[in-house]
């Protein structure tokens, strides 16, 4: 069966962008694929971050997973951290990796930028990506368009290995949904929706209550136009609420815009508003019984266990195919 992997940061709160670019494919793929997905707090500290703030935003994100509909039955779930090969192979891909290449990564570029001083994970940091990835022989990863360039580095960095040392690794392809790999910030259309954005207008957070969703959604950025048609070039917020809708709903955006023809920009946002309380409501409220539960760290602590498995028998390849005994 076709191995599958994909990470999310425990930084922030968890978007819509996020959900609806990366989290809503793994739900889909638990069915078709042997997946594995990881809470991957070793990413959180590229950037400094408060420890008890990132505890808690790991089991956050892991109860989320739950939340949005993933069965650990099906699927294997598990914090990067407790699986110790993600490091050691981190060290070992380091070795690979040249630095020309990692100048070359854009998000180190708009993470570092205006930063007095950054920490050096965050320029390796696309390493220890490649490593969750090629660790599990993953051949399809489900990302958002702007994983694509590190993508890009992990299948390099695995056709590099094995012509150099052996064959090791899957050469790994990216996932990337046609529709929603980019949502846009609702204050900054032409800006990806981020969790580390600085102001929580920027996005809808999958935890956000029926009132601030209202009020985000109330803000949004849109034009002076006043015409409900989807064209991100000259019209990028209201085709990011486009999107969005036709995403919550499963409604192609053609219907929307038919829907929507002759109305204005409040009645698109009022009926988004309701959508998106629709969609986000049981999602909390699952989230709010797992979080209450103690089974969520048994559910972690077998998820690791089984991930560890997998992971181990590539990084003794690994070791073997380089000479590290
Ligand atoms: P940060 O700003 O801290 O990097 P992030 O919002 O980019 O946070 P990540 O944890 O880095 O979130 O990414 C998790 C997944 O969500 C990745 O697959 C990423 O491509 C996807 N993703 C992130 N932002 C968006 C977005 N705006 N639209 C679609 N997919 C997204
Ligand atoms: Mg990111």
Not at 108 to 118: I, M, R
Request: net charge negative.
């Amino acid at each position: 069966m076709e191995r599958v992997l994909s990470g999310v940061q425990p930084t922030g709160n968890v978007h819509l962008g996020n959900y609806l670019g990366a989290i809503k494919q793994f739900v889909e793929l638990q069915h078709q694929a042997d997946c594995y997905f990881c809470v991957v707090n070793l990413h959180a500290l590229t950037i400094p971050r408060d420890p008890a703030e990132l505890r808690e935003k790991t089991l956050e994100l892991a109860a989320l997973y739950l939340a949005v509909g993933l069965d650990p039955d099906k699927v294997t779930l598990f914090v990067q951290s407790q699986v110790r090969a993600h490091s050691e192979a981190g060290w070992l891909l380091q070795c690979v990796a040249r630095m020309g290449e990692l100048n070359r990564m854009v998000q180190f570029k708009e993470k570092s930028k205006g930063a007095d001083s950054v920490v050096t994970g965050l320029y390796t940091y696309p390493v220890l990506q490649a490593a969750d990835i090629l660790l599990y022989q993953a051949s399809r990863v489900p990302v958002g368009e702007d994983q694509k360039q590190h993508l890009e580095l992990t299948r390099e960095l695995a056709e590099r290995f094995n012509r150099d040392y052996g064959e090791v690794f899957t050469i790994p392809e990216p996932m990337i949904g046609k529709v929603g790999a980019r949502i846009m910030g609702l204050d900054q259309p032409e800006k990806k929706m981020s969790k580390s954005a600085e102001s929580a207008f920027n996005y809808i957070s999958l935890l956000d209550d029926p009132k601030t969703i209202e009020k985000k959604l109330k803000r949004a950025v849109t034009d002076s136009e006043n015409e409900i048609r989807y064209d991100p070039e000259t019209k990028p917020g209201v085709s990011n609420l486009l999107v969005i809708y036709s995403l919550l709903t499963d409604t192609p955006i053609t219907r929307l815009e038919e829907k929507y023809a002759g109305s204005g920009y409040g009645a698109l946002k009022n009926d988004l508003i309701e959508v998106t309380v629709d969609h986000l409501t049981p999602i909390q409220q699952k989230y709010q019984e797992i979080r209450k539960s103690a089974e969520l760290m048994q559910i972690l602590k077998q998820g690791a266990e089984k991930a560890s498995q997998v992971a181990e028998d590539t990084l003794h390849k690994m070791k073997e195919a380089m000479g590290v005994i």
